[in-house]
C-alpha cells in the first residue's frame, strides 16, 4: 500500500508537461511591451503571458475572427506552437 | 450479487476505469492539446454513463442504494472504532461521500475545461484557474479514495484493490 501512495505521489510530480521555447536568461528576451504592440498589428491579443517553459504566449483572436494561442520563443520571436 | 460474496459487475468495472484512466491520463496531457480535450470528454461520457446507470440500474450501482444518510456515516465510523464486523453489500457510507464528491469533480473539470475553448471565455484568467482549481482537488479525492482502499483492505483482510479489476470484492 505504501508504495503505491509513493508511487502515486512521484507520478504527480510528473504532471503538467509543457511546452518549452528556450533556456536562454531573460536578459536575452525581447522587450514584453514591444513585442506585444508588433503582436497586435496582426492579432487582437486577450492576454499575454509568460509560461515556466519560458515561452511568451498569446491568447486572442486573428483578424479573421479565429480563436489562436501561440507560443513565441522570447529570444527571437519565432512561433514555437500555435493552435 | 449477495451480501456474503459480493463482487462489481463488468458494467460498473468498465465505466468506472472509463472514468478513471482519462482522469489520470490528462495529468500528463498537456492542457488545451486535441488528446487532452479528447481524453477529457471520454471522462465525461463514462459519467455520463455512471449516471444513466445510477438512475436505472436495480442493484447497488442506483444512487438510491448508496448510504449517504448521516446515520449511516455514524454507524459506519463506530463500527470502524468498534472493530465490529459489518459488510456493505456495495459502497460504504464514506465511500458512497467521496464518490459523489469524485463524480461531482470530474464533471466540474469538465465544465471548466469546456469553458475554456468557448469563445465568450477565451483568454480568461478564471476559466482557466476554476480548472486547475479542481485538479488540484481531484487529487486529494483521489488520495482519500486510495486510503479509503488501504484501510478496506486492512479491515476486511482483502485485496480491494483488486476487486475493480477482477469483479470480487
Known amino acids: ?83 | 450479487m449477495n451480501s456474503r460474496n459480493p463482487h462489481w459487475d463488468v458494467y460498473t468495472r468498465l465505466i468506472h476505469w472509463l472514468i478513471a484512466i482519462p482522469v489520470i491520463l490528462n495529468y500528463f496531457l498537456e492542457t488545451g492539446d486535441m488528446p487532452h480535450k479528447v481524453v477529457g470528454y471520454l471522462s465525461l461520457f463514462g459519467l455520463l454513463l455512471r449516471a444513466l446507470m445510477g438512475i436505472w440500474s436495480q442493484g447497488t450501482a442506483n444512487f438510491k442504494n448508496l448510504p449517504l444518510k448521516k446515520e449511516e456515516v455514524k454507524k459506519f465510523l463506530q463500527f470502524l472504532f468498534d472493530r465490529k464486523f459489518q459488510a456493505y453489500p456495495g459502497h460504504n457510507p464514506l465511500a458512497s461521500w467521496t464518490y459523489i464528491f469524485i463524480w461531482l469533480n470530474v464533471l466540474f473539470l469538465g465544465i471548466s475545461g469546456f469553458m475554456m475553448g468557448m469563445d465568450q471565455f477565451w483568454g480568461l484568467d478564471w476559466p482557466e484557474d476554476l480548472h486547475r482549481f479542481f485538479s488540484y482537488t481531484m487529487q486529494v479525492l483521489l488520495f482519500l479514495h486510495l486510503l479509503g482502499l488501504a484501510l478496506d483492505s486492512i479491515k476486511y483482510k482483502r485485496v480491494s484493490f483488486l476487486a475493480m479489476i477482477t469483479g470480487k470484492k
Open chain 1, 1 to 83: 500500500m505504501k508504495t503505491l501512495l509513493f508511487g502515486f505521489l512521484m507520478i504527480s510530480s510528473l504532471s503538467y508537461a509543457e511546452t518549452k521555447c528556450t533556456t536562454e536568461p531573460t536578459s536575452k528576451w525581447k522587450d514584453q511591451e514591444t513585442f506585444k504592440k508588433d503582436l497586435e498589428k496582426t492579432y487582437t491579443i486577450k492576454k499575454f503571458k509568460v509560461t515556466p517553459g519560458n515561452c511568451y504566449e498569446i491568447y486572442g483572436f486573428d483578424k479573421a475572427g479565429k480563436k489562436i494561442e501561440i507560443y513565441f520563443n522570447p529570444v527571437d520571436g519565432s512561433i514555437v506552437k500555435q493552435r
